[in-house]
């Protein structure tokens, strides 16, 4: 049965990174997949000349080109936060507007960052990891923030949490992506201004090892894509292969709360239907 999903992420990129295959694979399931961005994303560039509005500007289209790409629904939302600043909002501020999106889309699953996850150094993964995973767990309480069914958006649960992390802990649900590495690297090549500043970021980190690796060191910024191929094919890889899948993703996955354990005591399991 086709399920709502809701992604909530910092940046305009985040999704497609962490998670564009099993969202490629979830929109050929005809699940109905929303995206909701944090900040403007104002400060993705490497180039000097480039303005926060333009940035902002560049970053919003290719947001959008990147979630058709994937099959999400493009009318992308985004908060407006400012970019690398998050954790200055209020936490309970970017939680009610998080809490507003779920009640609105009414989602069977989320997808976010992992507010558990060791190693994240931007803050802005942290700030909605938090907020994203609190709003999920109090949705359906009826006293937290009662305007908003003023508003006609009722409580509601998400029976489905999917979290993601650079560092991931406590990973439970690898997805198997080899059909969708295609498409999820079409989705980050959307991304134009991102995926420029990726390959640039990584000159730049090579250039301070002193290390010789010519691909790196040949590479154009403006022709990102065999680098992105290559850094997105050998991470899938290395998540798969563990698995025994040619290319995977992986998950902290959150199901029905008490109810997976209330399975497990009764000899029973939940469906697994991706």
């Given amino acids: 049965m086709p399920k709502r999903v809701l992604v909530i992420v ?17 929109a050929d399931l005809d699940y109905q997949i929303r995206e909701l961005i944090a900040t403007n994303n104002e400060r993705g560039t490497l180039d000097p000349d ?3 509005e333009f940035t902002a500007d560049a ?9 058709k790409v994937l099959g999400v629904n493009p009318d992308v939302e985004f908060l ?24 609105r889309h ?17 803050q802005d993964h942290r700030a909605v990891a938090r907020a994203a995973t609190e709003a999920a767990m109090f949705s359906h309480f009826p006293l937290y923030h009662p305007e908003h069914r003023e508003a006609g958006f009722a409580p509601h649960y998400v029976g489905e949490r999917y979290f993601f992390a650079k560092s991931p802990r406590d990973a439970n649900k690898t997805v198997d992506i080899t059909d969708y590495i295609g498409r999820k690297i079409d989705a980050l090549c959307a991304h134009r201004c991102q995926m420029e500043m990726t390959v640039a970021d990584l000159k730049l980190q090579l250039a301070a090892s002193g290390l010789d690796i ?15 191929e290559a850094q997105i094919k050998a991470w899938a890889a290395s998540v798969g292969r563990r698995a025994g899948f040619e290319y995977g993703e992986q998950f902290r996955r959150v199901r029905f709360d008490g109810i997976e354990r209330w399975a497990r005591r009764a000899g029973s399991a939940l469906p697994d239907d991706f």
Avoid: Q
């Fill in 10 to 26: 910092a940046h305009a990129d985040d999704m497609e990174f962490m998670a564009g295959g099993a969202i490629a694979k979830m």
């Fill in 50 to 52: 480039w303005s926060r």
């Fill in 59 to 67: 970053r919003r289209e290719e947001a959008r080109a990147g979630a």
């Fill in 80 to 103: 407006g936060y400012e970019d690398g600043r998050l954790s200055e909002t209020p936490l309970n501020e970017l939680r009610e507007r998080c809490m507003r999106a779920i009640r």
């Fill in 106 to 122: 009414r989602p069977d699953v989320l997808l976010t960052w992992d507010p558990h996850a060791p190693y994240e150094d931007h």
């Fill in 214 to 228: 010519p691909f790196l060191a040949d590479a154009d910024p403006k022709d990102f894509r065999p680098v992105i």
